[in-house]
């Protein structure tokens, strides 16, 4: 996986501003956080089921709210 960003103008912080924004988009600010140390397997079971949990209230809220 590789995200390009061109720089157009020489303008290095307007093409800095899009490259983070398409990391946040893709999720590898995450990946790279989460993958600065070691995560133990319940750990991170824990957190796939806290995540999933997560998710799950999200859709009912936006169900109701509809």
């Keep these: 996986m590789s ?3 061109d720089v ?3 303008n290095i912080e307007k093409a800095l501003k899009v490259l983070k924004k ?3 988009i893709d999720g590898l600010q995450r990946e790279i956080k989460n993958r600065r140390f070691y995560e133990k397997p319940s750990e991170k ?3 796939k089921m806290q995540d999933a949990e997560r998710r799950r209230r999200k859709v ?3 169900r109701y709210e509809a």
């Design 22 to 24: 398409k990391m946040q």
């Design 3 to 5: 995200i390009i960003v």
């Design 8 to 10: 157009q103008d020489d």
């Design 60 to 62: 009912r809220r936006k």
């Design 45 to 47: 079971k824990r957190r």
